[in-house]
């Protein structure tokens, strides 16, 4: 699909698949045909549930996997029959894959040995890049002494110290903790921005895709369900898979009755998009654009609703609401009660829920 | 029931020492037939060290052992990395048959073996029996168990290691000699000591592949032994018996340093 | 290894020629003959060697098993368990002909038992040449290789059944029987079969501890290749006995796999 882009594309695309497709033992599909674009510098990542087919897509892109079909290009050159070792990419793997024998500058290093580069050189480039990944004072260490979060920084470090085109990560955050986790991300977007190179993230954490992302892909069973901006995905997916595995969602079906209004279990709705009339839709809007009151506030998709549960997480207040024979869930900022607008609903009670028709998003036909 | 445990390990242990204490205890004793103590004595050691025969018999023994351990580990080695590294058709038979040697009654291999550089000969007058078939006789057996120990060595090797290598730049050679091969070094070593351990251990195949001339220590021992037992085999092994104990001994506190 | 097994493949499919060579027509004979089905009509000699074989494989195997399982558990449990098992496993790694070698020292007319039978004023005993002798030798010789895969397994137990099982009242040998004894097994049909299959094939322990009047089929491939030079019934027998090894180890694989036969290394 056609989206806007913050960085304008220059020259070829730094990955270029088309209709790849990987069959593993003659009948697990792991790609059915997949189309894809990456730009030069961008922040590109790959979400999905496991099995949908993103690791294999990496894989393609290392080389450790040969596509039954389609076309696979890097920095505008096919990679048929290229192996792993002649292509100009690196690879972040998922549990380090550190070599155990080797301290940690002989892991930096092994690339730029492989190149027979000049010693002096590869001192160079090495300790400049274990600076740059603020591990310097770890270069004599086993692999074995380091913790889960120094592993990782010896991983990126010696990817990158080799300058690929393009870097593959594959869930290299996925065995950390979550403290670590969010620590690395930013550590691992201000790499990206310093380095500019173009970065292929494989996860199943959709916080961290949306969070990291330039742009991103969310696979389904082999299959690319979108592409877009992060915010594109969010705000406006194209799919009810998209909607559910990207944070939560409220999917309503309904029956187009004119252009913009839909007859829904909720009575009639509003919506932005042009429907055709006698069609049945899904819809899907975001628990957090729901909007509640206690009295009608005269706006349009306007629904009672009784309050069934409360959860209370902290940052915000999440309502599930029973409006007819449908359940909604509804999340509001936990503000301070005496911001003027702000209510807090009890169990039990009536509200009005206000379903604003711009957030109303057609995911299905 | 402790206790019973405790005397039948001990009776089972005197069980499995008796004889070797036997042949050390009457290697030095001055009768020359029978086994009562006539007294201590080390003349039968010396006229051991004084026959040139038996030095070469050693040398043959410890050729065969050496080589055969060279040819089984390299080779070895190689399969099993082969096994691990590759897809191809017949594997799943291939690493069957790499059980069969080890399994097999070892008087068919060497039936199999005999008959084979018979049939190699006649066809083109190479392969006399000799010191070479005997190191190719224990070539086939050793190289089962060298790939074997490899292999399970591989099979706890992280599988990203080598595609790490490979992503790296390392082609499949310099994968396998700066990463595959330093990982995998203690299940070579040890594996190599396994097989100069059977090597030195084996009769059978030994018996079946030795021509004229390529007469080794065990045979020598066997051919004796069939004319009757004398002080000087007891001597002889004393010397193998204590020599293969300091070699056990040895090899495990090499593998433990690792 | 594979080659030289087609190669006696085919030698089992041929005929005695002249001076020991191996001449065609390609016939069945040989295993016909092996089965006991000959031109003067049914003569089971190696039938009856094979079956004598199969026992005599069998009684040492049990023999072993009761020997080593109690020594694999001891050994288990013992805090002194890597000394005793390098104890166990040292004479195991003198060369095999040695060990042979002292017990025909041991059992000979003037030997170490009929000497210390003498000493308590006793007749001597006739131990050597005797099936006595290849049982003791063949036991001896094998132990090592009960006793290893059984310890294996036995270390691996999860004795919390052992515990929950007299908890709920069975007594020590039901609670062994029914919470300890299945955890082993694995490792006690590893063991089994590394001696049953060496103590099925051998030859040299009957030869020289038997000294010609113990035949078992080892010998008779023996002879085959060795005094009487017929190299193509050799060749069936060894196929005989090849075939049984190796459907037994198949059957061994389908049900335990590799890891299976992981424990037979």
Same mark, same amino acid.
């Given at each position: 699909?056609?989206?806007?882009?913050?960085?304008?594309p220059?020259? +070829?695309p730094a990955?270029?698949?088309?209709?790849?497709r990987?069959?593993?033992?003659?009948?697990?599909?792991?790609l059915?045909?997949?189309?894809?674009a990456?730009?030069?510098?961008?922040?590109?990542?790959?979400l999905?549930?496991?099995?949908?087919?993103?690791?294999?897509?990496?894989?393609?892109?290392?080389?450790?996997?040969?596509p039954?079909a389609?076309e696979?290009?890097?920095?505008?050159?096919?990679?048929?029959?290229? +192996?792993?070792?002649?292509? +100009?990419?690196?690879?972040?793997?998922?549990? !380090?894959?550190?070599?155990?024998h080797?301290?940690?500058?002989?892991?930096v290093?092994?690339?730029?040995?492989?190149?027979?580069?000049p010693?002096?050189?590869?001192?160079?480039?090495?300790?400049?890049?274990?600076?740059?990944?603020?591990?310097?004072?770890?270069?004599?260490?086993?692999?074995?002494?380091?913790?889960?979060?120094?592993k990782?920084r010896?991983?990126?470090?010696?990817a990158?110290?080799?300058?690929?085109k393009?870097?593959?990560l594959?869930?290299?955050?996925?065995?950390?903790?979550?403290?670590?986790?969010?620590?690395?991300?930013?550590?691992?977007?201000?790499?990206q921005?310093?380095l500019?190179i173009?970065?292929? !993230?494989v996860?199943?954490?959709?916080?961290?895709?949306?969070?990291?992302?330039?742009?991103?892909?969310?696979?389904?069973?082999?299959?690319i369900e979108?592409?877009?901006l992060?915010?594109?995905?969010?705000?406006? +997916?194209?799919?009810?898979?998209?909607?559910?595995f990207?944070?939560?969602s409220?999917?309503?079906e309904?029956?187009?009755?004119e252009?913009h209004?839909?007859?829904?279990?909720?009575?009639?709705?509003?919506?932005?998009?042009e429907?055709?009339?006698?069609?049945?839709?899904?819809?899907?809007?975001?628990?957090?654009?729901?909007?509640?009151?206690?009295?009608?506030?005269?706006?349009?998709?306007?629904v009672?609703?009784?309050?069934?549960?409360?959860v !209370?997480?902290?940052?915000?207040?999440?309502?599930?609401?029973?409006?007819?024979?449908?359940?909604?869930?509804?999340?509001?900022?936990?503000?301070?009660?005496?911001?003027?607008?702000?209510?807090?609903?009890?169990?039990?009670?009536?509200?009005?829920?206000?379903?604003?028709?711009?957030?109303l998003?057609?995911?299905?036909? | 029931m402790?206790l $019973?445990?405790?005397?039948?390990?001990?009776?089972?242990l005197?069980?499995?020492?008796?004889?070797?204490?036997?042949?050390?205890?009457?290697s030095?004793?001055?009768?020359?037939?029978?086994?009562?103590?006539?007294?201590?004595?080390?003349?039968?050691?010396?006229?051991?060290?004084n026959?040139p025969r038996?030095?070469?018999?050693?040398?043959?023994?410890?050729?065969?052992a050496?080589?055969?351990t060279?040819? *089984?580990?390299?080779l070895?080695?190689?399969?099993?990395?082969?096994?691990?590294?590759?897809?191809?058709?017949?594997?799943?038979?291939l690493?069957?048959?790499?059980y069969?040697?080890?399994?097999?009654?070892?008087i068919?291999?060497?039936?199999?073996?005999l008959?084979?550089?018979?049939?190699?000969?006649? *066809?083109?007058g190479?392969?006399?029996?000799?010191?070479?078939?005997?190191?190719?006789g224990?070539?086939?057996?050793?190289?089962?168990?060298?790939?074997?120990?490899v292999?399970?060595?591989?099979?706890? $090797?992280d599988?990203?290691?080598?595609? *790490?290598?490979?992503?790296?730049?390392?082609?499949?050679?310099a994968?396998?000699?700066?990463?595959? $091969?330093?990982?995998?070094?203690?299940?070579?070593?040890?594996?190599?000591?396994?097989a100069?351990?059977?090597?030195?251990?084996?009769?059978?195949?030994?018996?079946?592949?030795?021509?004229?001339?390529?007469?080794?220590?065990?045979?020598?021992?066997?051919?004796?032994?069939?004319?009757g037992?004398?002080?000087?085999?007891?001597?002889?092994?004393s010397?193998?018996?204590?020599?293969?104990?300091?070699g056990?001994?040895?090899?495990?506190a090499?593998?433990?340093r690792? | 290894?594979?080659?030289?097994a087609?190669?006696m493949?085919?030698?089992?499919?041929l005929?005695?020629g002249?001076?020991g060579?191996l001449?065609?027509?390609?016939?069945?004979?040989?295993?016909?003959?092996?089965?006991g089905?000959?031109e003067?009509?049914?003569?089971?000699?190696?039938?009856?060697?094979?079956?004598?074989?199969?026992?005599?494989?069998?009684?040492?195997?049990l023999?072993?098993l009761?020997?080593?399982?109690?020594?694999?558990?001891?050994?288990?449990?013992?805090?002194?368990?890597?000394?005793?098992?390098l104890?166990v496993?040292?004479?195991?790694?003198?060369?095999?002909?040695i060990?042979?070698?002292?017990w025909?020292?041991?059992f000979?007319?003037k030997g170490?038992?009929?000497?210390?039978?003498?000493?308590?004023?006793?007749?001597?005993?006739?131990?050597?040449?005797?099936?006595f002798?290849?049982?003791?030798?063949?036991?001896y010789?094998?132990l090592?290789?009960?006793?290893?895969?059984?310890?294996?397994?036995?270390?691996?137990?999860d004795?919390?059944?052992?515990?929950?099982?007299?908890?709920?009242?069975?007594?020590r040998?039901?609670?062994?029987l029914?919470?300890?004894?299945?955890?082993t097994?694995?490792?006690?049909?590893?063991?089994?079969?590394?001696?049953?299959?060496?103590?099925l094939?051998?030859?040299?322990?009957?030869?020289?501890?038997?000294?010609?009047?113990?035949?078992?089929?080892?010998?008779v491939?023996?002879?085959?290749?060795?005094?009487?030079?017929?190299?193509a019934?050799?060749?069936?027998?060894?196929?005989?006995l090849?075939?049984?090894?190796?459907?037994?180890?198949?059957?061994?694989?389908?049900?335990a796999?590799?890891?299976?036969?992981?424990?037979?290394v």
């Amino acid at each position: 699909m056609a989206t806007e882009s913050r960085k304008p594309p220059e020259g +070829p695309p730094a990955v270029e698949l088309k209709n790849v497709r990987k069959v593993f033992d003659s009948e697990t599909v792991a790609l059915d045909g997949v189309s894809l674009a990456v730009r030069e510098g961008e922040f590109f990542s790959l979400l999905g549930p496991s099995g949908c087919g993103k690791t294999t897509l990496l894989r393609i892109l290392g080389g450790f996997e040969v596509p039954d079909a389609g076309e696979v290009r890097i920095a505008g050159q096919d990679m048929k029959d290229v +192996p792993p070792f002649h292509r +100009p990419v690196n690879t972040v793997f998922q549990n !380090y894959a550190l070599f155990p024998h080797m301290n940690v500058f002989d892991n930096v290093a092994f690339g730029l040995r492989m190149k027979r580069l000049p010693e002096a050189q590869v001192r160079r480039r090495v300790e400049a890049m274990l600076e740059l990944v603020q591990i310097a004072d770890l270069a004599r260490r086993r692999p074995h002494e380091l913790s889960g979060g120094q592993k990782q920084r010896v991983a990126l470090a010696r990817a990158l110290v080799n300058e690929p085109k393009v870097l593959l990560l594959d869930e290299p955050l996925g065995a950390l903790d979550l403290k670590l986790r969010k620590e690395l991300q930013i550590e691992l977007m201000r790499l990206q921005m310093e380095l500019k190179i173009t970065f292929v !993230y494989v996860t199943h954490d959709q916080e961290e895709a949306l969070v990291m992302s330039d742009r991103m892909a969310v696979m389904r069973d082999g299959r690319i369900e979108q592409i877009g901006l992060p915010e594109e995905l969010y705000e406006r +997916p194209r799919t009810p898979f998209v909607a559910r595995f990207l944070g939560t969602s409220n999917l309503i079906e309904g029956r187009a009755l004119e252009p913009h209004a839909i007859e829904t279990p909720l009575g009639p709705l509003r919506v932005v998009a042009e429907l055709t009339p006698g069609r049945d839709y899904l819809l899907s809007i975001r628990p957090e654009k729901l909007r509640l009151s206690r009295a009608p506030s005269g706006g349009p998709n306007e629904v009672r609703a009784r309050v069934r549960d409360i959860v !209370y997480t902290g940052a915000e207040n999440q309502y599930i609401l029973s409006a007819g024979e449908l359940e909604l869930i509804a999340y509001t900022l936990n503000a301070d009660i005496s911001e003027p607008g702000y209510e807090e609903y009890d169990y039990g009670e009536e509200v009005f829920v206000r379903l604003p028709p711009e957030n109303l998003v057609v995911v299905g036909g | 029931m402790r206790l $019973l445990l405790r005397i039948h390990t001990l009776l089972v242990l005197l069980f499995l020492y008796l004889p070797i204490a036997v042949i050390v205890v009457l290697s030095f004793n001055q009768s020359r037939f029978g086994v009562q103590w006539r007294g201590f004595t080390t003349a039968w050691y010396e006229k051991l060290f004084n026959n040139p025969r038996i030095a070469l018999y050693a040398e043959n023994t410890l050729v065969v052992a050496v080589v055969s351990t060279l040819i *089984a580990t390299v080779l070895g080695t190689l399969l099993a990395v082969g096994l691990y590294r590759y897809r191809f058709r017949g594997k799943g038979l291939l690493r069957f048959l790499l059980y069969v040697p080890v399994v097999i009654p070892d008087i068919v291999m060497g039936v199999a073996l005999l008959l084979f550089f018979a049939w190699v000969r006649e *066809a083109t007058g190479f392969f006399r029996l000799s010191l070479f078939t005997i190191i190719l006789g224990h070539v086939t057996f050793q190289l089962a168990y060298v790939a074997l120990v490899v292999k399970s060595r591989l099979a706890s $090797l992280d599988p990203a290691l080598e595609e *790490a290598a490979a992503d790296l730049g390392a082609g499949g050679f310099a994968t396998f000699r700066y990463v595959t $091969l330093p990982l995998i070094w203690p299940g070579v070593l040890a594996g190599a000591l396994l097989a100069f351990s059977l090597s030195l251990d084996d009769f059978v195949i030994t018996f079946f592949t030795a021509g004229p001339g390529s007469t080794t220590l065990p045979l020598y021992i066997f051919g004796s032994v069939k004319r009757g037992v004398t002080p000087e085999i007891h001597a002889l092994s004393s010397i193998l018996i204590a020599a293969s104990m300091a070699g056990v001994l040895l090899g495990r506190a090499l593998l433990r340093r690792r | 290894m594979v080659v030289p097994a087609l190669f006696m493949l085919v030698a089992s499919f041929l005929q005695r020629g002249p001076h020991g060579t191996l001449v065609g027509p390609p016939t069945l004979a040989n295993y016909l003959r092996f089965f006991g089905l000959t031109e003067a009509g049914f003569d089971p000699l190696y039938l009856l060697i094979l079956a004598r074989s199969v026992f005599f494989a069998l009684v040492v195997t049990l023999i072993t098993l009761l020997l080593g399982y109690p020594l694999a558990f001891a050994i288990a449990q013992s805090r002194h368990k890597e000394a005793l098992l390098l104890l166990v496993v040292l004479p195991f790694w003198t060369n095999f002909l040695i060990r042979i070698y002292a017990w025909i020292v041991i059992f000979q007319k003037k030997g170490v038992v009929n000497a210390f039978l003498g000493m308590l004023g006793l007749d001597p005993l006739t131990l050597y040449p005797s099936w006595f002798a290849v049982y003791t030798a063949t036991v001896y010789t094998y132990l090592p290789f009960l006793v290893l895969p059984v310890f294996t397994a036995v270390e691996r137990v999860d004795w919390t059944l052992h515990e929950a099982a007299q908890d709920l009242g069975a007594g020590r040998f039901r609670s062994f029987l029914h919470a300890v004894w299945p955890q082993t097994l694995p490792g006690v049909v590893a063991g089994v079969l590394l001696v049953f299959i060496p103590a099925l094939g051998t030859f040299v322990i009957s030869d020289l501890l038997g000294a010609g009047r113990v035949i078992l089929i080892g010998n008779v491939i023996q002879q085959q290749f060795g005094v009487v030079r017929d190299w193509a019934f050799g060749s069936a027998a060894a196929y005989v006995l090849m075939g049984l090894v190796l459907l037994g180890l198949w059957l061994y694989a389908r049900r335990a796999g590799e890891e299976g036969l992981d424990r037979l290394v």
